[in-house]
């Protein structure tokens, strides 16, 4: 079975300062993993994915993800946060022979002026 | 603009009544899913189809029911069964997730909103 673990529910940070936001995975296999964002009452955005390659992946409003294999992790950072960056954050994975995501329960993300 | 339409945005059931939320998406992807989303809990898949007239269970398929009898249709029933219904309600689609395609992500609705009366 495939599991994802963000284990913070709520990451405060300052406008201007760098933000992390952390995701730990186990899948059985290589996984793909990605990160969504989502507003109050909206849907789920896309920001990111890992497939292969690099492990530093680059992807929408200035985000960033790094993918480490051996502490399984998948982390997402921005250097310079911005209030409106304030928003739920989810991370997912799919692995193996799943052909489904599974999410983590969501990181909200805080940006105070 | 392609993308899911869900509908409505807000909806009331009265005890058990059953009540059908829509999801249509006009990106030509083959599989469509839906998701209950509770707070501090994350999305939870109920339901997902890969292709047309077929669909599996996902990880909480007891009380709700769903067709495809569309390629861009994907409707949810809560049934009467359903006894705790109220949550927010995700529709997504993606291309099929065969082998060079289980890396697309999935495209979102903007929901629709479950209560009980």
């Known amino acids: 079975a495939q599991s994802v673990a963000q284990p913070e529910d709520q990451v405060n940070v300052a406008e201007g300062n760098p933000l992390t936001v952390k995701c730990t995975y186990s899948?059985?296999?290589?996984?793909?993993l990605f990160w969504y964002v989502q507003y109050p009452n909206r849907g789920l955005q896309f920001l990111l994915k890992?497939?292969?390659?690099?492990?530093l992946v680059k992807g929408s409003y200035g985000f960033e993800a790094e993918f480490n294999k051996s502490q399984t992790s998948f982390h997402l950072k921005k250097p310079s946060a911005l209030v409106s960056d304030s928003a739920l954050y989810f991370c997912?994975?799919?692995?193996?022979?799943?052909?489904?995501?599974?999410f983590g329960s969501g990181t909200q993300l805080t940006v105070l002026p | 603009d392609g993308g899911i339409t869900q509908s409505p945005k807000y909806l009331f059931r009265k005890e058990g009544q059953n009540v059908t939320l829509s999801c249509e998406q006009n990106?030509?992807?083959?599989?469509m899913y839906w998701y209950r989303q509770d707070p501090g809990q994350g999305l939870r898949l109920i339901y997902y189809?890969?292709?047309?007239?077929?669909?599996q269970k996902g990880d909480i398929a007891e009380g709700y029911s769903v067709s495809r009898e569309k390629k861009e249709s994907f409707p949810l029933t809560v049934t009467s069964a359903q006894k705790n219904p109220t949550a927010f309600y995700l529709c997504?689609?993606?291309?099929?997730?065969?082998?060079?395609?289980?890396?697309?992500?999935?495209?979102f609705g903007d929901g629709t909103r479950l209560s009980i009366l």
């Open positions: 997504a689609s993606s291309l099929a997730p065969g082998a060079s395609a289980s890396n697309q992500p999935q495209h």
């Open positions: 899948v059985s296999g290589n996984p793909y």
């Open positions: 890992y497939i292969t390659g690099d492990n």
């Open positions: 997912a994975v799919m692995g193996g022979s799943a052909r489904q995501l599974t």
């Open positions: 990106l030509n992807h083959d599989a």
């Open positions: 189809s890969q292709i047309v007239n077929d669909f």
